[in-house]
């Protein structure tokens, strides 16, 4: 591919990653198709606070184990902005009876897998097992979560660790530093205008005292959700769970101080430089979080207008206009607020003012109306993204931890796509009216430059 095309290509994948990231925990809400039998997750709760839930699928002799707490980067203290992700890495440096890095050796040597990531309003961790080794797995959990060894040493190994991740992830990527300065200015005053990155300062400045703290306050069983999809049964995953969760203390979590986000009342201008190659316009229309009841118009909402290039901002800004050489929109919730996100890519010839007027105008004239062809169409495409979603023991577990920690409950999975095919025309009209306005809207323009 010749060098220009490719650099293009590059930075597009960029933007459309950043742009589409709300990703498996905004999709994950999925659990039966229109006029099929609601997906059966059995549930039960330990005494000490912890929640189970388990999918039985006998069809391979695998299990997947998702251990959720409800701990992200929005409940770091000031000053160390950072640490939810790097208490993750911690997690995985050993405890009383298991030495450092040897919980995925383990799993690894009976031919299992193990990870975890960090988010804003969650920490997962996940093992993925023969069946046979469901007790193994639950007894390593079990074992971080009562009885973690936090040491100096390990915290300077694991802290370059994050911080070279931060700069792989964010130093070297001038459109994700950009992407996080706009969240920071269209969220700015709430718990998301940081990410789990953090910053390299305050990375600097956290001590195993703060840390010991954090792991005391928050992983503890009440603060915790065990999900497991695979074959085998509640009774089989409640016995195990009694034996090594059970005589763990439940602890006292923080309530979380409620997300006030407060509309701009006008749009809110920015403009910064950094060293990419195409100028780019980033625009956020502040909307509610994953638990709001008009969420599925949102995100159909996005679908409409950046569906493919057949969708509206595509079509209209990069073929019929001109303007732009790529386009996009999509919702992109968190649990308790999140952002409407538009964004174009455009040649330096091009005004900015021009540009962003017509990616602003495009998102705004769904208020104006919408057709029962692009609403099927929509629908269409989430039902796709529902069947990708769980095709795997992975997907599913995931998608039932997301819908009982960030969408308020396992409903929001077991209801599958019947919200979606509920959706009328109407129901997109009015989210676009109330939401996707300019007294909500951010609009960052990202200039080439140092």
């Given amino acids: 591919m010749h060098a220009r095309r490719a650099a293009l290509a590059r930075l597009l994948a960029s933007l459309w990653l950043l742009l589409l990231l709300a990703p498996a925990l905004s999709q994950a809400v999925q659990g039966a198709g229109e006029g099929e039998a609601a997906v059966h997750v059995a549930q039960d709760r330990l005494a000490n606070g912890l929640e189970i839930y388990v999918y039985e699928d006998p069809s391979a002799p695998v299990v997947s184990v998702n251990l959720w707490y409800r701990v992200g980067s929005r409940d770091e203290p000031a000053g160390r902005r950072g640490m939810a992700h790097l208490m993750e890495h911690m997690m995985f440096k050993g405890s009383e009876r298991v030495a450092a890095e040897e919980h995925a050796r383990i799993i690894d040597q009976v031919g299992g897998d193990a990870n975890a990531f960090t988010t804003s309003d969650a920490t997962v961790y996940w093992d993925k097992v023969p069946a046979a080794e469901l007790e193994l797995v639950l007894e390593l959990e079990a074992e971080r979560m009562a009885h973690l060894v936090l040491t100096e040493e390990h915290l300077r190994t694991e802290r370059e660790v994050v911080k070279e991740e931060y700069r792989l992830g964010l130093q070297n990527d001038p459109v994700g530093q950009a992407f996080e300065r706009f969240q920071a200015i269209a969220l700015a005053g709430t718990v998301y205008a940081w990410t789990p ?74 403009r910064m430089t950094f060293p990419i190659q195409l100028p780019v316009i980033l625009g956020g229309y502040l909307i509610p979080g994953l638990r709001s009841p008009e969420m599925e118009a949102l995100q159909a909402a996005g679908l409409i207008l950046s569906g493919g290039e057949s969708a509206r901002v595509h079509r209209s800004l990069v073929r019929e206009q001109q303007v732009a050489v790529a386009a996009v929109a999509t919702s992109q919730p968190y649990q308790d607020a999140g952002l409407f996100l538009a964004a174009a890519l455009y040649l330096p010839g091009q005004e900015a003012e021009r540009v962003a007027a017509a990616l602003t105008q495009e998102v705004e004239r769904l208020a104006e109306g919408v057709s029962e062809r692009e609403l099927q169409q929509a629908k269409n495409q989430m039902a796709a993204d529902y069947a990708f979603s769980l095709d795997t023991l992975d997907g599913v577990a995931n998608a039932i931890g997301a819908a009982v920690v960030l969408e308020g409950g396992l409903e929001k999975f077991t209801r599958g796509l019947e919200p979606y095919f509920a959706l009328t025309p109407e129901d997109v009209v009015r989210v676009a009216r109330t939401y996707l306005t300019p007294e909500r809207l951010t609009l960052v323009e990202v200039a080439p430059g140092s």
């Fill in 197 to 270: 990155h953090g910053f390299l300062e305050e990375l600097d400045a956290i001590t195993v005292q703060d840390l010991e703290r954090f792991y005391r306050t928050y992983y503890v069983p009440s603060n915790a959700v065990l999900v497991v999809a695979g074959a085998t049964d509640l009774p089989t995953v409640k016995r195990l769970a009694e034996r090594h969760f059970g005589p763990l203390p439940a602890g006292e979590v923080p309530e979380r101080a409620p997300v006030t986000a407060t509309p701009p009342g006008e749009v809110r201008r920015e």
